[in-house]
């Protein structure tokens, strides 16, 4: 499996997963628990983000 970063939308905080055998990644950032849901399109050669903010939730 590939590691994938990325920076939290939301709160800015780094955050890692792992890239499955069909390109896609799921990411929960550990400070603000959004859900962050990368898919790789070879075809179109371009990454969809998919982005779920949690507020308020403390
Ligand atoms: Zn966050």
Same mark, same amino acid.
């Given at each position: %499996?590939? !590691? $994938?970063?990325? @920076?939290? !939308?939301?709160?800015? =905080? +780094?955050? #890692?997963?792992? &890239?499955?055998?069909?390109?896609? #990644? /799921?990411?929960?950032?550990? /400070?603000? +628990?959004? $859900? %962050? @849901?990368?898919? @790789? =399109? !070879? +075809?179109?050669?371009? #990454?969809?983000? +998919?982005? &779920?903010? /949690? =507020?308020?939730?403390?």
């Amino acid at each position: %499996m590939k !590691p $994938v970063a990325l @920076f939290c !939308p939301n709160c800015g =905080h +780094k955050v #890692v997963g792992y &890239q499955d055998e069909d390109g896609a #990644v /799921r990411l929960i950032c550990d /400070r603000c +628990k959004s $859900v %962050m @849901f990368s898919k @790789f =399109h !070879p +075809k179109k050669c371009e #990454v969809a983000i +998919k982005v &779920q903010v /949690r =507020h308020g939730e403390n």
